[in-house]
């Protein structure tokens, strides 16, 4: 069955260092999410992402977060000075707007970020 | 008032109960109602979706809407250990892809053999 993949699984930085996190979303998908989630807190939603422009992000998705897909598999999300408060599991998700439910969302393993 | 509550637990329940979860909301505009379950370190994973008031079964699934009391349940019958998660309720303003989703805050779930 196909799934969202995401790497890496765990990330640890710097404070003010950039990070890139990557996912690759189910094949035949073409709106693509970040969420993140705060240890002990709810998945909080970050942004969308379709047809190589943002669809809707949230009032966390400030300028120092940035997405792209740089190319046909894959899907980033770039924090460029990261702080301590980043420290989050992030996760991918993908929807395919001809599917059978348009907007049943599907999530990656996610990557936990550790900002030192 | 927070848009999504549910109650985080942890629920212990023995294998074969009924399990009952909830979530309440106070956006009237949420239309769209899903259920994730989330196993530790792993991403959340759909159970349900619905979108209108009423019951929605899926085997041992059933989803509840009451779109007047802005209440939504799942009830999980004959509950196994392998039911043992966090549950997840989510609610989407529109069916439009590329909406966001809104999440409660998770109930951890203990299904004892």
């Known amino acids: 069955e196909p799934e969202v993949t995401q790497t890496p699984s765990h990330q640890v930085t710097q404070m003010g260092q950039e990070v890139i996190l990557r996912c690759v979303p189910i094949?035949?998908?073409?709106?693509f999410y970040w969420y993140r989630q705060i240890l002990g807190q709810k998945v909080e939603f970050l942004v969308s992402?379709?047809?190589?422009?943002?669809?809707?992000k949230s009032e966390i998705f400030d300028d120092q977060f940035s997405v792209e897909r740089p190319d046909g598999s894959n899907f980033t999300l770039k924090i460029r000075s990261t702080k301590l408060e980043d420290s989050a599991m992030y996760f991918c998700?993908?929807?395919?707007?001809?599917?059978?439910?348009?907007?049943?969302?599907?999530f990656g393993p996610g990557t936990r970020l550790t900002v030192l | 008032q927070k848009e999504v509550e549910q109650d985080p637990g942890p629920l212990s329940v023995p294998e074969g109960a009924i399990v009952s979860l909830n979530c309440t909301y106070s956006?009237?505009?949420?239309?769209?109602f899903m259920w994730y379950r989330q196993y530790s370190r792993k991403g959340p994973e759909l159970l349900m979706y619905?979108?209108?008031?009423g019951n929605k079964e899926d085997g041992r699934f059933t989803a509840q809407v009451d779109k007047s009391s802005k209440y939504i349940s799942l009830f999980i019958r004959d509950s196994q250990p392998s039911d043992s998660a966090t549950y997840l309720c989510?609610?989407?303003?529109?069916?439009?892809?590329?909406?966001?989703?809104?999440f409660g805050e998770g109930t951890q779930l203990t299904v004892n053999p």
């Open positions: 998700a993908s929807s395919d707007p001809n599917g059978r439910t348009t907007d049943t969302q599907y």
């Open positions: 989510a609610m989407s303003a529109t069916e439009t892809s590329g909406s966001r989703l809104t």
């Open positions: 619905t979108y209108s008031s």
């Open positions: 956006n009237s505009a949420f239309q769209y």
């Open positions: 094949s035949n998908h073409l709106y």
């Open positions: 992402f379709y047809n190589n422009e943002i669809s809707e």
